[in-house]
């Protein structure tokens, strides 16, 4: 893939492929998963593509984004390279951090893909410190913190939104909500109201959006991160969304009882990529031929890189007590 | 030491880690301060007080009262090139901090292959006398001590803590630095204008040939104090005050040992799980047949510390448990151990047990 950032508005076609490519690599994770060679724990996004995509192509490739556990989509929308990735979780030397963090670690500072931290809510104010020294600096960027759901009942959260707003920093607080911590659902967890009201003490700008709706998120991105680049604070956006996947695995697990097949197969037919699809192909936008030629590429070189990475070599032990300290 | 040295004045520990801060801030634009009440009437008791003479406002960022975030909010900072310092009245602030101290700012140089770095000082000060109370006066150095990634010092000296001030600011990893109340109020010569102490391990203090003594902090002023009665029966003791509790670098410990065959640990800390387990064990591997006495250690009771002043006597460690344990250990007679404790019972003229006292003055 190319470079993922672009500066001006992304066309349609330019946020299909997006989404499509994230969620070509996730399949060939979660299908190779049980050759167990990717021995390390993987929180998968599929179906969670829009939000990544729409967010980070609301971006320019100075900004940096700050993710979680569920970090593959961020990284890759972000425009992290696909092979130090996947080398990343299949614990290689080649790894984007050399096999130190695995899946749920995901960096590449170059590309502006700051950190992947697992411990919910625990990269968002890493975000806010990097806004800080941005609005110190005078720099023109904007921080994003992509959390889920479930960040939102924890105190750091708040925290960081008080002294985000307090202060007017770049900040995009990105919440992806996908209805669940782990097996235990959001009403079971949080209050009956609009997941946009948990701000609302906060006195900051709120956006939300169908997050499934990769054109909706993009375009309150953009009006997002313009607020926050013009110095007007942070912005809290909401995006409902659905994991396909069990909370970690490769695997389906619906049949455990905790949410319901019907409420799934409701998400599922609303796909981010099949609805991008149906409606670009009602407008007369939709070239199947070309689309099946794009993404037989794509897995050609996620093979390719699913190949790399499994032939790389591990990294020396010795490694594992270098860089404890600069 | 780097640079010239141009003045000695006798100021305190405290006067001496404001001077350093703001030494290291006008040079070194990146510096920014974090603290709730970062230019209040107290700036953290004086340590951080007339910053906004010298460097420009943006760079003193008043802290909400949310420890765990803004300690993120300045890893954060300090991953994308600053180099914060944060203050914290008490040690028991950053308990709320934990997550981001132990999960951030000590392993993303270490996650990200050597990618980030963060430069970042987390002052801590330990609380005692006044009833400060179980939740005020805690010294939890080991806790942090136990993760790698961080550096832990506990300056004691005012010309120390002004250049290990300056250091642990210039250094490019995290420094959490633990200051004793009362070490604030220690007087002694610090040079002024801009110079570094190297956060390179044990310094002796006290020179001796009988004993070797290990203290950190407040416990120093203790131990020397302690060590110069000793002389006065006949024996010796060399006091190191630690300094940098991790990494902890112990060859001069050990070379120390290896002429007393004799050690001592004294912490401000709890004693069991305290630097001076770790301190005997390490010294017990290296120097074991160098030993002619089992090793002692000296720290707090294995309970939290109260209130009121009526409960506190033999809880903190002194010159004159010091003292006692020292001639247990070299077999000198208890009855002119007792004459030398009274003598300093003596020094000590009637001062309540829960105020510092005035006889840690200058020069050092």
Redesign the interface.
């Known amino acids: 893939m190319t470079d993922l950032t672009v500066s001006q508005t992304p066309t349609a076609q330019k946020l299909l492929h997006e989404m499509l490519f994230i969620r070509l690599v996730e399949e060939t994770i979660a299908a190779r998963y049980a050759e167990q060679e990717m021995r390390c724990p993987i929180h998968l996004s599929v179906g969670q593509e829009a939000a990544a995509v729409g967010v980070c192509q609301a971006l320019r490739p100075a900004d940096r984004v700050f993710s979680t556990h569920r970090c593959h989509a961020h990284y890759l929308a972000k425009g992290g390279d696909l092979r130090p990735m996947l080398a990343e979780i299949y614990g290689k030397a080649a790894g984007c951090i050399g096999g130190r963090g695995g899946s749920m670690h995901l960096t590449d500072p170059e590309k502006g893909m700051i950190a992947s931290v697992p411990i919910v809510a625990s990269s968002i104010p890493l975000a806010v410190g990097s806004a800080l020294a941005d609005r110190i600096d005078g720099a023109d960027r904007v921080s994003v913190a992509f959390f889920g759901d479930a960040s939102v009942e924890e105190g750091v959260f708040h925290e960081s939104a008080n002294f985000a707003s307090l202060n007017k920093l770049p900040v995009l607080f990105v919440c992806e909500n996908n209805l669940y911590s782990v097996y235990t659902p959001l009403a079971q967890r949080q209050p009956a109201r609009p997941l946009a009201e948990v701000v609302s003490g906060h006195a900051m700008k709120v956006l939300s959006a169908d997050g499934n709706d990769v054109e909706a998120v993009l375009r309150a991105s953009l009006e997002a991160a313009e607020h926050a680049r013009s110095g007007k604070g942070p912005v809290f956006l909401v995006f409902n969304t659905y994991r396909w996947r069990e909370h970690c695995g490769p695997n389906f697990d619906n049949q455990l009882g905790y949410r319901t097949e019907a409420e799934y197969l409701e998400w599922r037919a609303r796909d981010p990529i099949e609805c991008l699809k149906s409606k670009l192909a009602s407008s007369g936008d939709l070239d199947e031929r070309d689309l099946q030629k794009t993404q037989e590429e794509m897995q050609r070189e996620i093979d390719d890189a699913f190949e790399f990475a499994r032939a790389a070599p591990l990294p020396d032990p010795s490694q594992a007590s270098q860089f404890v300290y600069a | 030491m780097s640079t010239a040295i141009s003045e000695l004045r006798t100021i305190s520990t405290g006067d001496a880690i404001r001077e350093g801060l703001t030494e290291v801030a006008i040079k070194n634009p990146s510096v ?1 301060f974090f603290a709730e009440g970062v230019a209040d009437p107290s700036s953290v008791y004086g340590t951080i007080a007339g910053l906004s003479k010298h460097i420009g406002k ?2 003193i ?1 008043e802290m ?1 009262v ?1 420890e ?15 180099r914060p310092v944060l203050s914290f009245h008490r040690v028991e602030f950053a308990l709320l901090a934990m ?2 101290i132990v ?2 700012a000590a392993k ?10 963060v ?1 970042l000082v987390i002052r801590l000060v330990v609380g005692r006398g006044w009833g400060q109370g179980p939740e005020h006066s805690q010294s939890l150095e080991t806790m942090f001590a136990l993760v ?2 961080l ?1 832990v010092v506990m300056p004691t000296y005012p010309r120390d803590a002004k250049g290990m001030a300056v250091a642990a600011v210039e250094d ?2 995290p420094v959490i630095m633990i200051e004793h109340r009362w070490c604030h109020y220690a007087r002694g010569q610090v040079p002024s204008g801009y110079y570094a102490e190297a956060l390179d391990g044990p310094r002796a203090v006290h020179e001796g040939k009988d004993l070797t003594i290990v203290s950190s902090s407040y416990m120093t002023l203790e131990a020397v104090r302690a060590a110069e009665q000793l002389e006065k029966l006949g024996y010796s003791a060399t006091v190191f005050d630690l300094r940098v509790v991790r ?1 902890l670098i112990l060859d001069r410990v050990f070379a120390s040992v290896a002429r007393t065959g004799r050690l001592m640990t004294v912490d401000t800390g709890f004693r069991k799980f305290g630097i001076g387990a770790e301190i005997v064990s390490e010294t017990v591997v290296n120097c074991y047949d160098a030993l002619k006495a089992a090793p002692v250690r000296i720290g707090l009771p294995d309970h939290p510390t109260p209130s009121s002043r009526g409960l506190i006597p033999g809880i903190y460690p002194d010159a004159a448990r010091i003292l006692r344990e020292a001639g247990t250990e070299l077999c000198v007679d208890q009855d002119r151990i007792e004459a030398a404790v009274a003598e300093l019972e003596v020094q000590r003229k009637g001062l309540p047990i829960d105020v510092p006292d005035p006889f840690f003055k200058g020069p050092f």
Do not use: C, F
């Not at chain 2, 300045?74 to 600053?82: C, D, H, Q, T």
């Not at chain 2, 993303?108 to 770095?117: D, K, T, V």
């Open positions: 920014i943006e760079r960022i909400p949310a765990n975030a803004l300690t993120g909010v300045a890893i954060g900072a300090a991953m994308v090139g600053k997550e981001q999960n951030n993303a140089h270490y996650i990200s292959r050597g990618r980030h770095r430069p790698p990634g550096k490019d990893n990494p």
